[in-house]
Antibody
């Protein structure tokens, strides 16, 4: 079965960087794009960007351009999301989610990683 | 693609019917439209994918429909556990979007 397992909670100071991992299993890693989505406290779901595990191509939301980098390691079926220059309003739960390209499949989500930015 | 959900809040009583709307700024393939339910402190729970397919374990009182730019989620008879926030999502590409959410609250 498809499974996405994310790294654990992080506490960071303003100005620091955080790197969250998402290890995929149960399917052919290179066949489906992975998006990162975040949810700040009492806010909605916000798409941050997408990476193709096949070739490493990325597409970032304009809001995060220049501050986020998404990478992948095909040898371990893991994708990474690094967010730099953290601010207090980056405090959120960060999710990775696997895309879907047919009527018979659906988006699979990781369990979420809480990132707290506090001085 | 911008997804706009309405209403922002829906105040209903248990047993009533809820109709939630998700309108897209441009055509969305029905294949790639999903609905989620979220309760406080929990991750989003997939209800509907492909605009009208219920996810595993989702009761049949939840029904998704629509096409093109207009999609709906209908809850035929609200149960106490259905009071939550609902999001629509378009996926299936390198750029996803979410609606801003509809809160279904107890009247």
């Amino acid at each position: 079965q498809v499974e996405l397992v994310q790294s654990g909670a992080e506490v960071k100071k303003p100005g620091a960087s955080v790197k969250v991992s998402c290890k995929a299993s149960g399917y052919t890693f290179s066949s489906y794009g992975i998006s990162w989505v975040r949810q700040a406290p009492r806010q909605g779901l916000e798409w941050m960007g997408w990476i193709s595990p096949y070739n490493g191509n990325t597409n970032y939301a304009q809001k995060f351009q220049g501050r986020v980098t998404m990478t992948r390691d095909t040898s371990t079926s893991t994708v990474y999301m690094e967010l730099r220059s953290l601010r207090s309003d980056d405090t959120a739960v960060y999710y990775c989610a696997r895309d879907c390209y047919s009527t018979s499949c659906y988006v699979h989500w990781g369990q979420g990683t809480l990132v707290t930015v506090s001085s | 693609i911008v997804l706009t959900q309405s209403p922002g809040t829906l105040s209903l009583s248990p047993g009533e019917r809820a109709t939630l709307s998700c309108r897209a700024s441009q055509t969305v393939s029905s294949t790639y439209l999903a609905w989620y339910q979220q309760k406080p402190g929990q991750a989003p729970r997939l209800l509907i994918y492909g605009a009208s397919s219920r996810a595993t374990g989702i009761p049949d009182r939840f029904r998704g429909g629509g096409s093109g730019t207009d999609f709906t989620l209908t809850i035929s008879r609200l149960e106490p556990e259905d009071f939550a926030v609902y999001y629509c999502q378009q996926y299936g590409s390198s750029r996803w979007t979410f609606g801003q959410g509809t809160k279904v609250e107890i009247k």
